[in-house]
């Protein structure tokens, strides 16, 4: 799993690659941590073009990123998911919280 991101004036990007899953959750949510903590903006992007997998787990990852944003009043957006991640994230809903862009 790798996570990279771009800053463009007030808006985060973040692109994910690989499989977010049991294995990869701890260092995915570490590293989202440490590039939250890094940068200031206003909103945040999550493209998921380049995942290709994510569990149950991975879902976790994410909302846990929701409720730490969301108490700084910062919404987070999904872009560019997969057909199988999109889903996922519908049938879990994950967009009702992070609405795809």
Do not use: W
Not at 32 to 56: P, Q, R, V
Not at 70 to 84: E, L, R
């Amino acid at each position: 799993m790798e996570i990279s991101y771009r800053k463009d004036r007030s808006v985060l990007t973040m692109y994910f690659k690989g499989e977010l899953d049991e294995c990869a959750s701890l260092a995915a949510r570490q590293t989202m941590e440490a590039i939250i903590y890094a940068n200031t903006f206003k909103t945040l992007i999550l493209d998921l073009k380049e995942l290709t997998f994510m569990d149950s787990t991975g879902i976790g990852v994410l909302l846990g990123r929701y409720k730490t944003l969301k108490k700084a009043g910062i919404p987070i957006y999904i872009q560019n998911p997969s057909v199988s991640i999109n889903k996922i994230l519908q049938i879990s809903g994950l967009y009702e919280i992070m609405p795809k862009i």
